[in-house]
């Protein structure tokens, strides 16, 4: 299957209920799938007239308890960015995904990693932070839909899949196993006022800065409990590792060929691929420093996730960075060679 | 006895509907709204509107079906006011918020409140996309021709020559073009199923304005298409007038660029 086609299978198999969107390359096929399949099993799907509004309307859906998700790419998801905020605020459950292109601006529809920032430190405005799952094969654009939507309402937080156009398009095996749905009760959703329960109220407005202020320590506790229960990675050759790739997504299946090749040329190479990038693993690459030479942290972009790397090892071993743009991917051999580079920059 | 008895307390003080011996309650706002002191400047029309709303909730005695979305403006804290389920939508996107809503939940009654720079300016995609849908919603305009939270700029609906804070020198329509009609466009949209347009400016206005609300309610159950009620509401505040003042402007000069009446009814 396709990356996009097996997510939307995914959405529907994890009991997503509503799904709202538009249409944008790299991942219409998302919309295309839900719009043919979701009728069929009785679940909302919409076209909206933009993705401000298929974002709002998510909002509505997921405010009234209801399995929701939206995907679109990133120039989409800069008009989501509001959406987002206000979601995040109001603490909504819902997915988003990202199937990131290159950029900024119009850019290209070829693959890219330039949204990390956006994805991880914000993209909307004010204090808040969403559950960030990177996708590196068609398996896991599947995998983290069932995830996704799980830790959402868990956490009672937007979670985003932020994939690549790459990984969206591939076509690979995917092995779909039985599933049971956690639905979890969402007493707080606006079904409507029933008895003698007080009135649900959806919003992110706290006018009185006492108020605000409690509304964001109430935040900042859920997300450390996410950063203390949620991290994700995935550790190859990590061992006897001297050096150590650090890569998500797309660029860390590149990094697994570039190690294959590295270690046929005797180097001890190992590779680190965060899975989750936020919270993101800062504490077990601290706890891997010491063994290393060198991090060459590895993205399609012009170094975001290497920021979080340098935070992450505080200086105990060197990070250095390659990077491609412009929906260019790198070869094994690129990447390879970029070691190498970098490996003799050490010894100036 | 007190003079802020609110009727719940009144019942059951009294075990009838009134207040001591010699006053008779007639007359109360209904259950469905909330007893507390509204926000709104003395002479506003958006607390009559809100008891209007809630009185046709309470006639309808679908207070358990209603779901409200509230705006960005000054009824932003409209869901202080009202005893249902509510949900606060960011700036101008209470329709494709009411459509996630009522997709999810047919049989719910969905209504948007939302003033003139919020559904007529930022929002006025959303609302006609939600209409030309037929979304099964009601969309509750409120026009006062000003943005009334942010202290009383320029709106869409702002007539020609009328100073605001940013049209300091009266709305010039060449540069800023003729207050735009919401009910007259979306009335030509298919999914549009009821539109009318209302105001609160006499005691006869208020009722024929509270049973456009109802039809608002009850045509949903149709399940036709968007009910959309405009109210031509007043900003004592920044319009700089009187209570009395603002019901004479609209009187005069309001309704000459927002004719009142209805524009589409059902067939």
Redesign the interface.
Do not use: H, P, Q, W
């Given at each position: 299957m396709k990356g996009n086609e097996a997510l939307a299978e995914a959405a529907i198999q994890a009991g997503c209920?509503?799904y709202?969107g538009y249409p944008i390359t790299p991942q219409s096929e998302v919309l295309e799938y839900l719009a043919k399949e979701m009728p069929k099993h009785g679940r909302?799907v919409?076209q909206?007239?933009?993705e401000?509004?298929?974002i709002?309307?998510?909002?509505?859906?997921?405010?009234?308890g209801?399995r929701?998700m939206t995907s679109s790419s990133s120039p989409g998801i800069s008009l989501m960015a509001?959406?987002l905020s206000?979601l995040a605020g109001?603490e909504l459950p819902c997915l988003i995904v990202n199937v990131n292109r290159a950029g900024p601006g119009l850019a290209s529809i070829q693959p890219g990693q330039g949204d990390y920032f956006q994805a991880t430190k914000g993209g909307g405005h004010g204090d808040y932070r969403m559950i960030v799952l990177a996708p590196a094969s068609v398996q896991e654009m599947a995998d983290f839909v069932f995830l996704g939507f799980d830790l959402a309402d868990q956490y009672r937080n937007p979670v985003m899949i932020l994939s690549d156009g790459a990984v969206g398009q591939m076509m690979e095996k995917v092995t779909w196993c039985r599933r049971t749905i956690n639905k979890i009760d969402k007493p707080w959703a606006?079904?409507?006022?029933?008895?003698s329960r007080e009135?649900?109220?959806?919003?992110?407005?706290f006018?009185k800065p006492e108020d605000m202020e409690k509304h964001n320590l109430k935040l900042i506790a859920k997300y450390n409990e996410i950063r203390k229960n949620e991290v994700r990675y995935e550790e190859i050759n990590i061992e006897d590792a001297e050096y150590l790739f650090v890569a998500y997504g797309l660029s860390s299946r590149i990094c697994l060929k570039a190690m294959d090749i590295a270690r046929s040329k005797g180097l001890k190479v190992g590779l680190f691929r965060p899975i989750t990038l936020f919270p993101f693993p800062y504490t077990r690459l601290m706890e891997v420093a010491p063994q290393l030479k060198l991090m060459l942290t590895v993205e399609l972009n012009s170094g975001q996730m290497v920021e979080d790397v340098e935070l992450g090892v505080k200086g105990k071993v060197p990070v250095a960075f390659y990077g491609k743009m412009g929906g260019i991917m790198p070869t094994p051999d690129e990447v390879f060679q970029s070691l190498e580079k970098a490996i003799e920059n050490l010894k100036h | 006895m007190s003079d802020k008895i609110s009727p719940d307390t009144a019942v059951q003080l009294q075990g009838k509907t009134c207040v001591n011996d010699e006053y008779e309650m007639v007359y109360h706002k209904p259950a469905e709204m909330v007893d507390v002191a509204m926000h709104y400047c003395p002479g506003c029309a958006h607390s009559l509107v809100h008891k209007l709303i809630m009185e046709v909730v309470h006639e309808l005695g679908i207070q358990e079906k209603t779901i409200g979305i509230a705006p960005v403006g000054c009824s932003v804290f409209i869901y202080d006011y009202m005893d249902i389920d509510m949900q606060e939508a960011a700036h101008g996107r209470a329709a494709a918020v009411a459509t996630g809503v009522k997709r999810l939940m047919p049989g719910k009654y969905v209504f948007t409140y939302q003033g003139d720079g919020d559904l007529a300016a930022i929002g006025i995609g959303e609302t006609i996309h939600a209409i030309n849908r037929g979304e099964n919603i009601l969309i509750v305009f409120m026009n006062n021709a000003v943005y009334g939270m942010t202290s009383g700029q320029m709106a869409p609906t702002t007539l020609p020559g009328m100073h605001t804070t940013t049209s300091p020198y009266g709305r010039d329509t060449a540069m800023y073009g003729e207050p735009i009609k919401v009910s007259e466009l979306i009335a030509q949209l298919p999914g549009a199923y009821y539109v009318t347009r209302q105001t609160i400016s006499s005691a006869n206005a208020v009722r024929r304005c509270k049973k456009a609300l109802l039809n608002g309610f009850k045509y949903l159950d149709h399940h036709k298409g968007t009910c959309f009620v405009e109210v031509i509401g007043n900003c004592p505040s920044n319009w700089k007038m009187t209570p009395l003042e603002t019901m004479k402007f609209i009187d005069e000069e309001m309704v000459k660029a927002f004719p009142l009446g209805d524009i589409k009814l059902p067939k």
């Open positions: 209920d509503a709202f909302v919409l909206a007239e933009s401000v509004a298929s709002n309307m998510v909002y509505g859906a997921a405010g009234a209801f929701t509001e959406g206000y109001a606006t079904t409507g006022k029933a008895g009135r649900n109220i959806i919003t992110s407005l006018i | -």
